[in-house]
């Protein structure tokens, strides 16, 4: 049995697309906040820290959402945080951001297994909050600018 199809069996499709969705907008949501409010080199650095504040805040009303999920504040081995595990039935859940479908996140002790890429299973989401060429471009040109008038 693969990796996807036990994380099918455990995790109901709609609790999976809430848990998408969920990550996608606080990402936008802190991507947005931190470019607009500071400058480029401290947006960049806050940026994912506010994402995964946010995500890991939110899970807990999603998991009062769904009476199968349960999410458990666990420190790391060194105590120098915290992160959430999700759980619903045999999976456990952890966040981790990497920019390249294909790419594992550097090691870390609870990081056993990956789900897979959930985006492709909603396409509704991909095209909602994945930037188009345009975007991309135009976010690159101000980019370049910002950094050539520094």
Known sequence: MSNTSVFDSAVPRRLQYSLTKSVLENCR????YCYRELALAQARDLSGHLCRAKIE????????LFP???VTIK???NNTGSYNEITCGIVKL??????NPNDVPRGASFRATLAANLLAR???????????????????????RAQAGA
């Open 57 to 64: 805040d939110e899970m807990v009303g999603i998991a009062a």
């Open 68 to 70: 199968m999920l349960r």
């Open 94 to 99: 952890t966040q981790s951001r990497i920019l």
């Open 122 to 144: 909603f396409p509704d989401l991909r095209a909602e909050y994945l930037p188009s060429a345009t975007v991309l471009s135009q976010l690159r040109r101000r980019r370049l």
């Open 29 to 32: 949501q802190s991507s947005r």
């Open 75 to 77: 420190n790391y081995q």
